[in-house]
């Protein structure tokens, strides 16, 4: 039976990314035949949307296929009867970032935008918004699949599933991909040739890896990076080695965005530099944006550009095209991302979500079994998933003393007085966006409460 054109939905539209994800639709467009796609941003998102909107339909115009790119501010006229819903919006856009980074380095603590207390404040902003979208699509679209990249991916997903109660998600994060890409060459292997096992949460899993006749080459991959070759590190991480002897030891390969715990004092003292220096991440990033912007522009380009690699999240749209692309036509692709556990990793609950490898088709994600993990990794596992539940339930509940909870609990905040200064400051800089904590807020405005980082006790008095 001849399956029906689809119609998807990217809420977020007007973000830098979305060249990469209409290239991603464009390239799948015969496995996956699209037949209208909405972008939708809110009214401060409107002239980059009206930009990368208009540099979307170009993309699709130089194509072979005739499909038509709606522009709209209006997310309930986008969802209805949509068959699929991307997220990859940022509440707050880059100036939030900036008072997540900057807050916390003031005070000699990680600022950064998924980590620490930056990225407990991401959630903050974001499970609530995620949670109206679960509750438009209950009416509008109660059959489409919610494909989500909105950082912090691996907390807003679980979300999803447990407050939205939406079986129908998966989350998704570029930075397995970037390791996918990169680790088979450096031992002279293809992807198609090696088989990879993730298993742990968004931004802090780890890898196996095996080759075609089903031997591990986990340990060759670790000697390759220690011989200087590329295994695919995202462009927004400082590189600081891992310490090999104990990569030696767990015979996996960490994420990343682990060096933030395992290699904690370099990478804090690296990000106070540049925080005193040429700022932080977010601020780099917004010259970024700007450049990509003024790219989109052009009315004579009609592709991806090379710029956008710069970007932390490259290879955004071999994640979330694949992943919608493997739904459709039951392809049954294995793809990491984050989903219920439902035994995969039995050092957590079922019911949890968890990033791991999974095969992906018509039913949605079957995450194959990783197995237990050892006692070092197990402890960080089980630390770092017990903390994220606490910053779900104060996102959703506007308990403070939760989130004073998720903030002693989490390894990057040194527990203390400085800690609820931290977060008290946070809840200042971001009450626009945090309406559930509107009575504690309105207790330390009354206390005379004052952000101590002057950019963003700046951006913070001029409403952004």
Same mark, same amino acid.
């Given at each position: 039976?001849e399956k029906?054109?689809?119609?998807?939905?990217?809420?977020?539209?007007?973000?830098?990314?979305?060249?990469?994800?209409?290239?991603?639709?464009?390239?799948?467009?015969?496995e996956?035949?699209?037949?209208?796609?909405?972008?939708?941003?809110?009214?401060?998102?409107?002239e980059?949307?009206?930009?990368?909107?208009?540099?979307?339909?170009r993309?699709?115009?130089?194509?072979?296929?005739?499909?038509?790119?709606?522009?709209?501010?209006?997310?309930?006229?986008a969802?209805?009867d949509?068959?699929?819903?991307?997220?990859?919006?940022?509440?707050?856009?880059?100036?939030?970032?900036?008072?997540?980074?900057?807050?916390?380095?003031?005070?000699?603590?990680?600022?950064?935008?998924?980590?620490?207390? %930056? /990225? !407990?404040?991401?959630?903050?902003?974001? &499970? #609530?918004?995620?949670?109206?979208?679960?509750?438009? =699509?209950?009416?509008?679209?109660?059959?489409?699949?919610?494909?989500?990249?909105?950082?912090?991916?691996?907390?807003?997903?679980?979300?999803?599933?447990?407050?939205?109660?939406?079986?129908?998600?998966?989350?998704?994060?570029?930075?397995?991909?970037?390791?996918m890409?990169?680790?088979p060459?450096?031992?002279?292997?293809?992807?198609?040739?090696?088989?990879?096992?993730?298993?742990?949460?968004?931004?802090?899993?780890?890898h196996?890896?095996?080759?075609?006749?089903?031997?591990?080459?986990t340990?060759?991959?670790?000697?390759?990076?220690?011989?200087?070759?590329? %295994? /695919? !590190?995202?462009?927004?991480?400082?590189? &600081? #080695?891992?310490?090999?002897?104990?990569?030696d030891? =767990?015979?996996?390969?960490?994420?990343?965005?682990?060096?933030?715990?395992?290699?904690?004092?370099?990478?804090?003292?690296?990000?106070?530099?540049?925080?005193?220096?040429?700022?932080?991440?977010?601020?780099?990033?917004?010259?970024?944006?700007?450049?990509?912007?003024?790219?989109?522009?052009?009315?004579?380009?009609?592709?991806?550009?090379?710029?956008?690699?710069?970007?932390?999240?490259?290879?955004?749209?071999?994640?979330?095209?694949?992943t919608?692309?493997s739904?459709?036509?039951?392809?049954?692709?294995?793809?990491?991302?984050?989903t219920?556990?439902?035994?995969?990793?039995?050092?957590?609950?079922?019911?949890?979500?968890?990033?791991?490898?999974?095969?992906?088709?018509?039913?949605?994600?079957?995450?194959?079994?990783?197995?237990?993990?050892q006692?070092?990794?197990?402890g960080?596992?089980?630390?770092?998933?017990?903390?994220?539940?606490?910053?779900?339930?104060?996102?959703?509940?506007?308990?403070?003393?939760?989130?004073?909870?998720?903030?002693?609990?989490?390894?990057?905040?040194p527990?203390?007085?400085?800690?609820?200064?931290v977060?008290?400051?946070?809840?200042?800089?971001?009450?626009?966006?945090?309406?559930?904590?509107?009575?504690?807020?309105?207790?330390?405005?009354?206390?005379?409460?004052?952000?101590?980082d002057?950019?963003?006790?700046?951006?913070?008095?001029?409403?952004?």
């Amino acid at each position: 039976m001849e399956k029906k054109p689809v119609k998807i939905v990217t809420i977020g539209g007007g973000s830098s990314y979305t060249p990469e994800l209409m290239e991603g639709f464009i390239k799948r467009y015969d496995e996956l035949p699209i037949k209208e796609i909405w972008l939708v941003d809110i009214e401060d998102g409107k002239e980059k949307l009206e930009i990368v909107g208009t540099m979307a339909q170009r993309m699709w115009d130089a194509s072979p296929y005739d499909v038509k790119v709606h522009l709209t501010l209006d997310r309930r006229e986008a969802l209805k009867d949509a068959d699929f819903v991307t997220t990859q919006f940022r509440v707050g856009l880059l100036n939030a970032r900036v008072k997540d980074e900057r807050i916390p380095f003031s005070y000699g603590m990680l600022g950064q935008e998924t980590n620490g207390a %930056g /990225g !407990i404040f991401k959630a903050f902003r974001t &499970i #609530p918004v995620i949670l109206s979208i679960v509750e438009d =699509m209950k009416e509008l679209c109660p059959n489409a699949w919610l494909i989500n990249f909105t950082n912090p991916s691996g907390m807003v997903t679980e979300a999803v599933m447990k407050y939205g109660k939406w079986d129908k998600v998966i989350g998704l994060c570029n930075v397995p991909v970037g390791a996918m890409m990169k680790e088979p060459e450096t031992i002279g292997k293809t992807l198609d040739q090696l088989t990879y096992k993730f298993a742990g949460l968004n931004h802090f899993h780890w890898h196996k890896v095996f080759d075609e006749n089903g031997q591990e080459v986990t340990q060759q991959i670790i000697d390759a990076m220690y011989e200087g070759k590329d %295994g /695919g !590190i995202p462009a927004n991480i400082h590189d &600081i #080695p891992f310490f090999k002897e104990q990569l030696d030891q =767990m015979q996996m390969i960490p994420c990343g965005y682990h060096r933030y715990y395992y290699r904690q004092e370099e990478m804090l003292k690296h990000g106070l530099e540049e925080y005193n220096t040429i700022g932080t991440r977010a601020q780099q990033v917004k010259q970024t944006e700007e450049e990509l912007f003024e790219l989109y522009k052009n009315p004579d380009l009609d592709h991806k550009p090379e710029q956008l690699a710069k970007r932390g999240g490259a290879h955004y749209s071999d994640a979330a095209c694949e992943t919608i692309a493997s739904i459709y036509a039951n392809k049954n692709s294995h793809i990491v991302v984050t989903t219920r556990n439902n035994g995969a990793v039995p050092d957590l609950p079922a019911d949890s979500a968890v990033e791991v490898s999974a095969f992906i088709g018509t039913t949605g994600a079957r995450a194959i079994a990783f197995g237990p993990l050892q006692p070092a990794e197990r402890g960080w596992l089980q630390c770092m998933k017990n903390m994220e539940w606490c910053v779900e339930e104060a996102a959703v509940t506007g308990d403070y003393g939760m989130a004073l909870q998720a903030f002693i609990l989490n390894p990057q905040i040194p527990s203390g007085e400085t800690a609820k200064r931290v977060l008290d400051e946070l809840l200042l800089a971001h009450k626009k966006y945090l309406p559930q904590f509107a009575d504690k807020i309105a207790q330390l405005e009354a206390e005379g409460v004052t952000i101590k980082d002057d950019v963003a006790r700046e951006l913070t008095e001029k409403g952004l």
